[in-house]
């Protein structure tokens, strides 16, 4: 049964810095892609970052391009998200996502941790 593990949430001011952890079982994790997303109150389930099995290709929203960066250590199952210069407007219920493709589409992703709060205060 795969599950997807994510910690490393918290209260930060803007400005400051946190790292996402997702870690990964029951599937052949340097067989997927995987990915982040973020879901906000009153609003749709977002793309953040993706990367590739490999690390080859990495995607990125618009919104934190320059300020997030994905990276997965497939030895440890593990994919992280580091986020500087956060900003209010980051605040949201992260997940991690797992797919066959690399996407930035939530209907490519087939498995989903159960998210892990961030919430960035002025």
């Known amino acids: 049964q795969v599950q997807l593990v994510e910690s490393g949430g918290g209260l930060v001011q803007a400005g400051g810095s946190l790292r996402l952890s997702c870690v990964a079982s029951?599937?052949?994790?340097?067989?997927?892609?995987m990915g982040w997303f973020r879901q906000a109150p009153g609003k749709e389930r977002e793309f953040v970052a993706s990367?590739?099995?490999?690390?080859?290709?990495?995607r990125y929203a618009d919104s934190v391009a320059g300020r997030f960066i994905i990276s997965r250590d497939n030895a440890k199952n593990t994919v992280y998200l580091q986020m500087n210069s956060l900003k209010p407007e980051d605040t949201a219920v992260y997940y991690c996502?797992?797919?066959?493709?690399?996407?930035?589409?939530?209907?490519?992703?087939?498995?989903w941790g159960q998210g892990t709060q961030v919430t960035v205060s002025m």
């Open positions: 029951g599937h052949t994790f340097n067989s997927y892609n």
């Open positions: 996502a797992r797919s066959p493709h690399i996407s930035d589409r939530r209907d490519q992703y087939n498995s």
């Open positions: 990367i590739f099995w490999n690390e080859n290709y990495i």
